[in-house]
């Protein structure tokens, strides 16, 4: 089959979103507050917090260059104690220009109890993903020549995730991939095939106690997929008197970061952070803008002494 010259444009513009997506490893969203969305990438992680938890945190990328990456996601999770189980449900949102994804899981995480607040949890996700391209978006079709069209479909995959999280009060160490499953992506276009690959993922964070009012956590989130570099993000974060949290992040030859956070009560939390490009792209767009809001949901109260760090 021959393209005209629109589907031409079309196929190139796809095919550049694809490359986009498969080598620079965009395929899973990116966020500078991971250290508060850890259950977006590991389900062991359900339920830890000892009491009901509502995330809700967006990314708007590259401002300023046309389709850009825009990342949602929303998340509920609790503990049921008795079975020492947790539970979760999260829904991530993406696009960037004609490409979007959406997934629906939900975590399971079971949780052993050791000595000295020591715990070990092991989590599953499960859900599914629906990949779309909206031709629209790039105002180029013929609209009276929809081969291309017709070759491309939507795309929904299951989604089988797994982790581990031991943690204790002062610390927590990660490790988990949000999808086992690699899925390929317009099959009947035999001269391009996109691969979306299994993510792997480290997180750990250490709470330092300066004195009586500040708290310092450095964290560390390294993901590995094949075919593309490890990325690796490096932060501290102060909490001053329980109230104020100020931080840093350096992504490896990405972006250099800045994050604000503010208790405004016991239940909600604020976050804000932006990031700084270091690399060519920052040429081109004004640094990316992340925000985040969490909801607890005390059962009891009096027995919570003091805002969670993590």
């Known amino acids: 089959m021959l393209l005209s010259r629109p589907n031409l444009a079309v196929f190139l513009t796809v095919v550049l979103w694809l490359f986009t997506l498969s080598v620079i490893a965009q395929q899973e969203a990116q966020y500078t507050q991971y250290m508060y969305n850890t259950i977006s990438v590991n389900p062991a992680y359900a339920g830890s917090r000892q009491f009901i938890t509502i995330n809700s945190l967006y990314k708007a990328q590259w401002i300023s260059l046309e389709g850009a990456p825009r990342n949602f996601t929303l998340s509920v999770d609790k503990p049921l104690r008795k079975e020492h189980l947790g539970l979760g449900f999260t829904i991530l949102s993406d696009q960037a ?26 989590g599953i996700k499960i859900g599914a993903d629906m990949f779309n391209i909206d031709y629209t978006v790039l105002n180029i079709l013929d609209p009276d020549d929809d081969d291309f069209v017709e070759n491309v479909d939507n795309k929904l995959s299951p989604v089988i995730g797994t982790g581990i999280y031991l943690y204790k009060p002062k610390w927590y160490l990660g490790i ?25 993922y480290l997180i750990a964070g250490y709470v330092f106690d300066l004195n009586d009012q500040l708290k310092l956590k450095p964290t560390l989130l390294s993901k590995y997929v094949s075919g593309a570099p490890v990325g690796v993000d490096i932060s501290a974060n102060v909490l001053m008197d329980e109230k104020i949290t100020l931080g840093i992040s350096y992504r490896l030859e990405a972006s250099v970061n800045a994050m604000a956070g503010f208790q405004i009560n016991r239940n909600f939390f604020l976050g804000y952070a932006y990031d700084a490009g270091v690399n060519n792209l920052a040429n081109y767009n004004q640094g990316s803008h992340e925000f985040f809001i969490r909801y607890d949901l005390f059962k009891d109260p009096l027995k919570i002494r003091s805002p969670r760090f993590f």
Do not use: E, W
């Not at 490409?99 to 052993?112: A, C, F, K, P």
């Open 97 to 122: 220009g004609p490409v979007q994804n959406q997934r629906l899981v939900s975590d399971v995480s079971y949780t052993i109890n050791g000595k000295n607040d020591f715990n070990l949890a092991f």
């Open 176 to 200: 988990s991939t949000p999808n086992l499953l690699a899925t390929n992506f317009y099959d009947d276009v035999q001269v391009s095939v996109a691969k979306k690959r299994p993510h792997f």
